[in-house]
């Protein structure tokens, strides 16, 4: 059986500002190791799960954020970007299952350092008149290469959100959100036995679980944080203009949805 972490950082317990997220903070060099603690806990789950292959995608902001030195070198690393599949590269490489480490609540939405793959540029994204999270859809994704959401791991928001849209999956409750920058948070120790306890039995239990799928065709729609950003996003034709600051598309596959919401997030550095 083969795995495929992919890893995120503001799900990570201890994280809980945005400093620990940003390289160039002294904060972030402790929390990149916790993240790398964690998915090492989630490698070694795996592994006592019955896994015979784990696939490791560093998944955060530029895909460089992982210690690669202090990773179990039983598994292999995806790491850098551009990427056409993003946070689930791997994903095409025949895996049979998914973990989702340090990932985190939709934007707008009550958890710790919550947001939508680019808390610049987009404040909702909706797919066929449903909000989704990165997880939402990134699993979509996974659900297009047949591949089941086994583990995910984050604070108690993004757990509550997320389960529903996978039943069955495994979780890992790192941290209680009270705020957008403060948790009651466990402490990497014991977030990182916890993750490898659950990975364990998520590996175990993979076999049974069914991929998350949403049947296209799809209809995107974005709300962007200003409307200076839809101004920039509606320069390409396949977008349509519903309000200020508000985008639809149309989309074949969430493959194709995913690839246009990435270049919009790579647009959006214009406006910084």
């Known amino acids: 059986m083969k795995i495929l972490i992919s890893v995120d950082i503001e799900g990570v317990a201890g994280v809980t500002h945005p400093q620990q997220v940003r390289p160039g903070n002294a904060e972030y060099e402790q929390a990149r190791r916790w993240m790398t603690e964690e998915t090492n806990a989630a490698i070694r789950g795996a592994f006592a799960g019955g896994a015979s292959q784990v696939i490791v995608n560093d998944s955060h902001a530029d895909f460089r954020n992982l210690i690669l030195s202090e990773l179990d070198e039983r598994a292999s690393i995806i790491t850098g970007k551009p990427r056409y599949l993003g946070m689930m590269s791997g994903v095409e490489q025949q895996t049979n299952a998914i973990f989702m480490i340090g990932y985190h609540a939709k934007s707008h939405r009550a958890g710790v350092l919550a947001h939508t793959i680019n808390s610049f540029a987009f404040k909702e994204v909706r797919v066929n008149g449903k909000a989704y999270g990165e997880a939402g859809l990134y699993g979509a994704l996974a659900g297009e290469f047949n591949c089941p959401i086994a583990l995910i791991s984050g604070d108690d928001q993004f757990i509550t959100e997320t389960s529903e849209l996978f039943p069955g999956v495994v979780t890992a409750q790192t941290k209680i959100a009270h705020g957008f920058t403060s948790c009651t948070s466990l402490t990497p120790k014991a977030s990182a036995q916890l993750i490898e306890n659950q990975a364990t039995v998520a590996a175990s239990t993979a076999t049974d679980l069914k991929p998350f799928k949403i049947n296209a065709p799809l209809q995107i729609e974005v709300d962007t944080q200003t ?25 074949g596959s969430m493959y194709e949805a995913i690839r246009i919401l990435n270049c919009f997030s790579a647009m959006s550095t214009m406006l910084r």
């Open 227 to 251: 409307p200076a950003l839809a101004d920039l996003f509606g320069q390409l034709p396949l977008t349509d203009r519903l309000t200020a600051y508000t985008l639809k598309f149309n989309a």
